[in-house]
Every structure is written in C-alpha cells, then in structure tokens.
C-alpha cells in the first residue's frame, strides 16, 4: 500500500510537472519568442507581424548612434544588420555588455511600422574568445591563433 | 564477450579501476582549474566573466554526451536484452540530470552580467531546459515500476524518443536566429577561441568525462548489488568482505 | 600575484564564484550519494542474507 501510494505520489508529481514545463515552452514557441527577427525581415516585411505584437529584433548596435537622456535612463538607438537600419527607443538599465559596434538581442513592440520600442534590451555576443592584445593584433589584420605578441 | 558482460566481473573490474581513474580525474581538474583561473588571460569582451566557461561547456557537452549514451545503452538493452545495458542507463539518468542543472545554472550565472537577464526563452535555452526534463521524466518513470526489468525498458523507449531532442540543441544556435552565441570550438576550421583558452576548456571537458565515469561505475556497483542480491557471488563477496 | 584581485574577478565574483561553487558542490554530492547509498545496500544485503541464513 505505501509503495503504491509513493509511486502514485511520483506518477502525479511527475505528470504535473512536465505539463507544466510542456506549456511554458509551448507558450515560448508559439509566440515566436524563440528566437529574434533582423532589420532586414522587419523593414521589408518579410514576415508577418501583426500590429503590436511583442517580437524580438536584433542585429548590431551602430557606430555613433547611442543617444542617452540626461537622466540617463531613455536610451536611443540603431540596430543594423549592415543592410537595413531600425530605430529603437528604450527605457531602462542596459546589460555590461552593450555597446556600439556589438551584438544586440531588444524584445518589444514595431510601432508604425519603422520605429522599435523595446522592453528589454539583451547584449548578444559572438562565439570569439581571445585576451586584448591578441583581439588588437587581429583589428591591425595580423592575427594568426598561437602567432599574436605575447602578454607583456 | 559474455564473459565481460557478467555483472559479477563487471563488478569486480569496476572496484579495481575506480580508484585509478579518480586520481588521474582529480589531477586534470586540478590541472584544468590551474590553467582556467590562473593562466588563462582575461577576455576583451567579457573581462573576467568569460571563465565561467570553463564549467559552463564542460556541463553542457556532458549533458548532451550522456544523454547519446543513455539512449543508445538504452537501445542496446532492448535489442539484446542485456542487463548491463539496462544497469548503465540507470546510472547515467541522475549524473546527466545534474550537469543538464549546472549548465542551466551557469549559464544564468554568465546571462545576468553578460546578456542583462537571468534567463530568457532562447532557442538553446528551452531545449536545454527540455533536456532536463527528459532526464526528469526518465527517473520518474524508472522509479514509478517495480520490475527493474520492465522498468529500464520503458524508461529506455522514452530516451529513445527523447533523443530528437539533441540534434535541436546542438543545431538551434545555426537554425534560427538566437540570442546565445554559435559554437566557438565545434566549428569547422579553426575554432574562434584563443589557445590559451581552448587549453583549459579541454582539459575540464576530459576531466568532467572521467568524473563520469567514475560516478557511473559507483551507480552501477550499488544497482548490481541490489540486483544480484539472490546470488551466491554476492553472498560470498559480502562474507568475504565482513567489516 | 594580487589575491584581492583574484577573488574580485574583476568585479563579476559573484558570478565566477558561483559557478565555481555550484559545480563543485554537484561534483562532491555525485560521489557522496553513490558512496552512501553502497554502505546503506552493503548493511541491508547483510542483514537480508542473515535472515535468510535463519530461516533455512
């Protein structure tokens, strides 16, 4: 009888537990939330966006676009996929890692169609490991791995 | 081959190699954090930050790794019948649910400062997560039938399908547009990540291997034991070895 | 080498050591469970076969 009722108790549990899992990731995936549309799919509508509709953009932040209130919590920015250009507007605390020329990840809503209101602004970053000088060598055109100046 | 296959030899191999490969896995986590935290310079994006790497794609690989051989002793156990098979996909379950957590875990630890959140419904984000559901679920119904026999079968057809699931994970940063990086070592060519770096990265990646192994053949003795408990083989090692 | 500096990690201890932290808890929990559960089946198997000693 106990065990019957601990294996009904881990059966249950179980089942209850995954159903739930199940539904928060369904959710994540059926609001496409997923993953992230560029300026590029966004500006030409090579997707369809229903007005509104919260939707995650990204692509790089340019060189010279950031513009910051004096407060400094309003946030003004373009992201570019190096083809087409979206205005973003965003108010609050921005990640370590942004800044222009990277990888940006914003979750918000297309407003008219050009402009971006962000409600979360993540920094993305690429899949490059290496110490400054060796990221210095490569910016002169002279990185080899294993070939850069060593650590003074 | 049945010879190797027999949980009494099985076992007493198992006894005799634990010790070894658990100094040869202290020295390469040694070895590994040495380089990791003291050698290894500090990256020009992330600072310090970036070494939360060294444990965070150790895990993940291993997460992956275990669960391919989860399912396919799994696979081996259907088709041959063979308990061993049966034995070893039992022990793998909790040990790859636990690296699934740390590379969850540490992976949150290196979104907030990196990314700005703690955790977002990424492409490898939710697969990952639904692998360790996976090894949830695989527990849970291994555990929910008394038959050990009738319960690693059905456990081992719920890997089997669970299985679809790593193809997602390792592809889902190529497939769609995510907010977790490409892979910086797997990658065809050269991998984007400095030598002083890849260093370290591997040896904790070896030794988190052989920590498997170690934990694996533990699990695996305790299961024979209880298993085999009608056995004169276990009678007289028990009476052999009186405390 | 600057051991306040080190266990700073540039500002992101927290984090590192966390992670460091964490990972090393699982590792140790990973041997000591296993290790447990081989004293707990040693004893029950003994006393099992003990019984079963009796009963013949």
């Not at chain 1, 993953?35 to 995650?56: C, D, N, Q, W």
């Not at chain 2, 156990?77 to 636990?98: D, H, M, R, T």
């Not at chain 2, 769609?176 to 910086?184: E, I, V």
Request: proline share 5%; net charge positive; charged share 15%.
């Amino acid at each position: 009888m106990k065990t019957r009722h601990k294996r009904l108790a881990i059966i249950v549990s179980g089942v209850i537990g995954l159903t739930v899992a199940g539904l928060f990731v369904l959710n994540a995936f059926r609001s496409n939330l997923v993953f992230f549309y560029s300026p590029t799919e966004v500006l030409e509508g090579k997707v369809a966006i229903a007005a509104g509709k919260t939707i995650r953009i990204g692509g790089l932040v340019e060189q010279g676009s950031v513009k910051r209130s004096p407060d400094g919590l309003k946030v003004d920015f373009v992201v570019t996929d190096l083809n087409k250009k979206l205005p973003v507007h965003y108010e609050g605390i921005l990640p370590d890692l942004f800044r222009e020329g990277q990888g940006v990840v914003a979750q918000g809503r297309l407003q008219n169609g050009n402009t971006f209101t962000a409600s979360e602004v993540l920094a993305k970053h690429d899949e490059k490991y290496m110490p400054p000088e060796a990221a210095k060598a490569l910016k002169g055109g002279t990185f080899m791995p294993g070939n850069e100046t060593k650590k003074p | 081959m049945h010879k190797y296959a027999s949980p009494k030899f099985f076992y007493s191999l198992a006894g005799q190699l634990i010790p070894w490969i658990a100094a040869l896995t202290a020295v390469l986590l040694l070895a590994g954090l040495y380089l990791g935290l003291f050698v290894a310079p500090a990256d020009y994006q992330q600072g310090e930050s970036y070494r939360i790497m060294f444990i965070h794609v150790p895990a993940a690989w291993m997460s992956m790794f275990i669960y391919m051989l989860m399912a396919g002793a799994g696979a081996v156990a259907l088709v041959w019948n063979i308990k061993l098979a049966e034995i070893f996909a039992n022990s793998c379950a909790p040990i790859g649910a636990s690296f699934t957590f740390l590379a969850l875990a540490t992976g949150s630890l290196w979104g907030k400062p990196m990314w700005g959140t703690w955790w977002a419904w990424d492409a490898r984000l939710t697969s990952e997560l639904i692998l360790f559901f996976l090894y949830i679920g695989y527990m849970a119904l291994q555990a929910s039938i008394d038959d050990p026999r009738r319960a690693a079968r059905a456990a081992a057809i719920l890997a089997l399908v669970g299985v679809v699931n790593i193809p997602v994970i390792h592809f889902s940063v190529e497939w769609w547009n995510t907010l977790h990086q490409p892979a910086s070592v797997s990658k065809i060519g050269t991998p984007s990540i400095h030598p002083s770096m890849l260093a370290p990265l591997l040896l904790m990646a070896f030794a988190f291997t052989i920590y498997f192994v170690v934990v694996a053949l533990l699990r695996m003795r305790n299961e024979i034991l209880e298993r085999e408990r009608h056995t004169t083989w276990v009678a007289d090692m028990l009476e052999s070895t009186k405390p | 080498m600057n051991w306040t500096e080190f266990f700073a990690m540039g500002g992101y201890s927290q984090y590192v050591w966390g992670s460091y932290g964490l990972a090393a808890l699982i590792l140790i929990l990973n041997l000591y469970l296993p290790l447990r559960r081989r004293k707990t089946v040693r004893r029950l198997l003994r006393e099992f076969l003990r019984l079963k000693e009796q009963t013949r």
